[in-house]
């Protein structure tokens, strides 16, 4: 196998992996009876939501909370919502007034914030009297229904998961895109996840957490970045389960810059590689059934996607100088299409099962899949570099600095982002090394990511 041959089936292999995993699911999930009602025997708690927040802008605070009044104000079980405040003095007397006339909110800091995010959830854990809490992001919309239905739940389970539902403040292509990608990674991640038997890793947005069984758990522990993703896997190694509630929901923002996208992608792809690095053992010898426990490190692997991908846009010119292939053209042309074109027919067919298997669910037409496909696609090329970096640095166990995702009119005075410019340069020297060698396999290469970035620089952002 030559060199630039071997480029080109590593650029689809992470493909071929993911469209696998996710057409696993679908089966086991079209195989599985209908969980989506399940009867409670529900009996009376209490519950706080708890809003940590730090350095977000004041009107994405307000206006979240006047979207979310009559679900708070109507819902008995709601005994009060804490927005936790680790900012300064300042910030924190310029919210109380903000929010003075909403009747159930308080708003709290803490004197000395230490330990970050989980820090704070483990702060307010330890002295809260609740029975359930539910932790919400600053962004995170819930209505009236949704919040109602968990005061009809048994607390049988130690999370109730809400699923999650994108929304946009500014109407961009990469604000269309995400939205569309937040409610099929929900439907295939959680929902069909769920269905399947496989187990429902809490979000970090919209989890309503039993507080004793956290308290057990010892909680989070300082700057963990992927708090969810930790919690789901002390909460499965220890033998707790956990339940998504199918038909509830909870509306998360996206970013709708690249810019944003990519500082809030960068972190998740970090956290949940660390969380791996730091609890592969334990999740090996946890009492789930082999096959979920395989499952689960098959969900975590998931920042990794890009890792071969970006080597292959690195490797692309040098392999395009050192290899002029001795097989015809039409010969290297025919490979190319043989390797690309069984993952285009995977990605149609797990898009029309996904269409079949959800069809009350899924209204939209089958061609707004193929055009968000095709976008997130390039949005995943130009942003391969960074993810890449993150995801590594997390299984290394490295350090990073914690970022909120900009949002409102901080990400609207956000920088353009640089990547696209640079994979174009690279690639382009990729093109032009590849049509002096007559190398088509590392030409391909190289006008994938080319597209990619000429089509995030020209369009995306729009």
């Known amino acids: 196998m030559s060199l ?8 689809t292999l ?55 009044k009559e679900a708070y104000e109507s819902t008995p079980c709601v005994k009060k919502v804490v927005i936790l405040s680790d900012d300064d003095v300042q910030y924190f007397e310029t919210l109380k007034r903000e929010l003075e006339g909403f009747s159930k909110v308080e708003v709290l800091r803490r004197s000395q914030p230490k330990g970050g995010r989980t820090g704070a959830l483990d702060h ?124 509830s929901e909870i509306q998360v923002l996206v970013p709708s810059k690249l810019y944003s996208l990519r500082k809030q992608q960068a972190r998740w792809a970090f956290g949940t ?29 998931q920042p990794l996607e890009t890792l071969l991908p970006f080597l292959v846009l690195v490797l692309a010119p040098i392999v395009a100088l050192l290899e002029r292939p001795s097989t015809p053209f039409s010969y290297q042309f025919m490979n190319v299409i043989g390797i690309f074109l069984p993952a285009a027919i995977l990605g149609l067919l797990q898009g029309f099962l996904l269409y079949e298997l959800e069809k009350n669910r899924l209204k939209g ?35 990073i600095k914690w970022e909120v995702t900009l949002k409102g009119q901080k990400e609207k005075i956000s920088p353009k982002e640089k990547s696209p410019l640079w994979i174009a340069a690279w690639s382009g020297l990729g093109i032009a090394s590849s049509m002096m060698t007559g190398n088509l396999y ?21």
């Open 4 to 11: 630039s041959f071997l480029l080109v089936f590593l650029l």
């Open 14 to 68: 992470p493909i071929y992996a993911v469209l696998l995993y996710y057409l696993i699911i679908i089966a086991f999930a079209s195989r599985s009876k209908d969980k989506s009602v399940v009867k409670e025997d529900a009996r009376d708690f209490s519950i706080e939501v708890v809003v940590p927040v730090r350095g977000e802008p004041l009107e994405i605070v307000k206006n979240t909370l006047l979207r979310n």
């Open 124 to 247: 307010y854990f330890s002295y809260s009297t609740s029975d359930y809490i539910l932790v919400l992001d600053v962004d995170g919309t819930i209505d009236k229904e949704s919040l109602n239905s968990l005061c009809m739940l048994s607390g049988s389970e130690a999370a109730y998961v809400l699923p999650w539902k994108g929304y946009s403040l500014d109407k961009t292509r990469v604000a269309e895109t995400m939205a569309f990608f937040t409610d099929l990674g929900s439907l295939i991640l959680y929902r069909l996840r769920s269905k399947a038997g496989f187990f429902v890793f809490p979000l970090g947005s919209g989890t309503l957490y039993n507080r004793d069984a956290i308290i057990r758990l010892g909680g989070w522990g300082d700057n963990i970045v992927q708090d969810d993703i930790l919690m789901g896997v002390k909460l499965a190694s220890n033998g707790f389960s956990t339940r998504l509630l199918e038909n």
């Open 273 to 301: 590689s660390e969380v791996l690095s730091r609890n592969f053992k334990r999740i090996l010898d946890s009492p789930l059934p082999l096959y979920k426990r395989m499952e689960m490190f098959a969900y975590l692997l």
């Open 365 to 399: 037409l089958f061609k707004y899949y193929i055009i968000n496909l095709g976008r997130f696609s390039a949005i995943l090329a130009v942003l391969s570099p960074y993810l890449s970096f993150y995801a590594l640095k997390g299984l290394l166990r490295g350090k």
């Open 442 to 462: 590392t030409l391909f290469v190289s006008l994938l990511f080319m597209l990619a970035s000429l089509y995030c620089l020209l369009r995306l952002e729009l």
